[in-house]
């Protein structure tokens, strides 16, 4: 019963590949977020979609790229991958407009190598 | 931009000692404020939220925090800290009409035997 749920867990892989994370939520939320947490613990918002529409697209480098084939599901894929990418990334969920927090999934951690 | 500033990145308390950890926002208007914590390897869970009901804000986990307009601020305490309360703390700010919740950088709690 899992409210937000990210695949994979754990991500290691070599610089220059192409990799995906994906996300999915059963609370039935219209808004969905990736954030990036650094070594330092730093989060930063990367993109947040309202009903399949992006709505926030912070400074992230184009080998990034969300899609939301619906409401539930926001996927991240990353091309090129390089060590700075190292970090771990998770996605959230929240409705729109009722001043509420995001719930959390638990998080993916990728090495790049 | 709205953001927020955690004065602290360690905190260290003894088992049954007072816990406090302060977070200070910059915004004119009072926004959304939260308090999430991060136990080791896990995502973010939410302790409470301030959404301009009661300036005191009870959450989870004996955890509660006061909105005082006049500094800024939106203060975490705890009267007895327990070895479980041992984690990652981050205090947010969502202003209204935003989707972007910011986050402060973090505060390491440690709790001493």
């Known amino acids: 019963d899992t409210a937000v749920s990210q695949t994979p867990k754990y991500l290691v892989t070599q610089m220059g590949n192409d990799k995906s994370i994906k996300c999915e939520q059963n609370?039935?939320?219209?808004?969905m977020y990736w954030y990036k947490q650094d070594s330092k613990k730093f989060l930063k918002i990367m993109f947040s979609y309202n009903n399949k529409e992006l709505i926030i697209n912070e400074t992230v480098p184009n080998r990034f790229s969300p899609k939301s084939p619906d409401k539930a599901h926001l996927n991240l894929h990353i091309n090129s991958l390089e060590l700075g990418d190292s970090a771990v990334y998770f996605c959230a969920s929240s409705q729109r407009r009722e001043g509420l927090g995001y719930t959390f999934g638990s998080g993916t951690r990728l090495t790049v190598v | 931009a709205q953001s927020v500033t955690q004065l602290g990145s360690h905190v260290s308390v003894s088992e049954g000692a007072l816990v406090l950890l302060r977070c200070n926002y910059s915004s004119s208007v009072p926004p959304y404020l939260f308090w999430y914590v991060q136990y080791p390897n896990q995502g973010l869970q939410l302790l409470l939220k301030?959404?301009?009901?009661?300036?005191l804000v009870k959450g989870i986990n004996g955890f509660e925090a006061e909105f005082k307009k006049s500094e800024t601020s939106f203060h975490l305490t705890k009267p007895s800290a327990h070895m479980s309360d041992a984690a990652e703390y981050f205090c947010?700010?969502?202003?209204?009409?935003?989707?972007?919740?910011?986050f402060g950088t973090g505060t390491r709690l440690t709790i001493i035997p």
């Open positions: 301030y959404t301009s009901a009661a300036t």
């Open positions: 609370l039935g939320h219209d808004t």
């Open positions: 947010a700010v969502r202003d209204f009409g935003n989707e972007k919740l910011t």
